[in-house]
T-cell receptor, first 115, second 112 residues
């Protein structure tokens, strides 16, 4: 059983299109995240949801819109795709404890290429 | 704000060599510290962690000790293998949000 699964694994699309990436976790975690990894491998948080509530929203263009229908799912919708959106997008989940950090479980990533 | 600085790569070693990847952090209070590993074409996997000063995290022969006095969490392994070739990320989190701040990653290549 895959703990954090993302679909699709690869996504090639033209500029201006709208696309979605889906993420599901079966770990019972209460918090989910989207991270973007650029071509130099740098990882930056985009969003975080705790029990379906948005708790972290970094400086991300409003073309990016996360949606969490329940605490096991966090989807990412991107409107009007641009060349600079090409990257690997990682979903992750964690159980946020009081005063403790347990670390994340990551999905295997979605490689988005905008042409 | 919180930040993590790790040594620039790439690092190339021969099999059975000793590995050190330096990591230092800037944070207020007492963050939790992590090392993640990313094998080619895969997502990140938690390698080890430490949640308070002087804790030592260890896994698969890798070790790192949380040094508050030097704000460091250096990764070490006594004898690397070809299968250790990957990108290694140092990270910290603080507070209940669990937001992870990553270093820029260090690519390790181990040659037979």
């Amino acid at each position: 059983d895959t703990a954090v699964s993302q679909t699709p694994k690869y996504l090639v699309t033209q500029m201006g299109n709208d696309k979605s990436i889906k993420c599901e976790q079966n770990l019972g975690h209460d918090t989910m995240y989207w991270y973007k990894q650029d071509s130099k491998k740098f990882l930056k948080i985009m969003f975080s949801y705790n029990n379906k509530e948005l708790i972290i929203n970094e400086t991300v263009p409003n073309r990016f819109s996360p949606k969490s229908p329940d605490k096991a799912h966090l989807n990412l919708h991107i409107n009007s795709l641009e060349l600079g959106d090409s990257a690997v997008y990682f979903c992750a989940s964690s159980q946020v404890g009081t005063g403790k950090s347990y670390g994340y479980t990551f999905g295997s990533g979605t490689r988005l290429t905008v042409v | 704000g919180n930040s993590v600085t790790q040594m620039e790569g790439p690092v190339t070693l021969s099999e059975e060599a000793f590995l050190t990847i330096n990591c230092t952090y800037t944070a207020t209070g007492y963050p939790s510290l992590f090392w993640y590993v990313q094998y080619p074409g895969e997502g990140l996997q938690l390698l080890l962690k430490a949640t308070k000063a002087d804790d030592k995290g260890s896994n698969k022969g890798f070790e790192a000790t949380y040094r508050k006095e030097t704000t460091s969490f250096h990764l070490e392994k006594g004898s690397v293998q070809v299968s250790d070739s990957a990108v290694y990320f140092c990270a910290l989190s603080q507070g209940g949000s669990e937001k992870l701040v990553f270093g820029k990653g260090t690519k390790l290549t181990v040659n037979p």
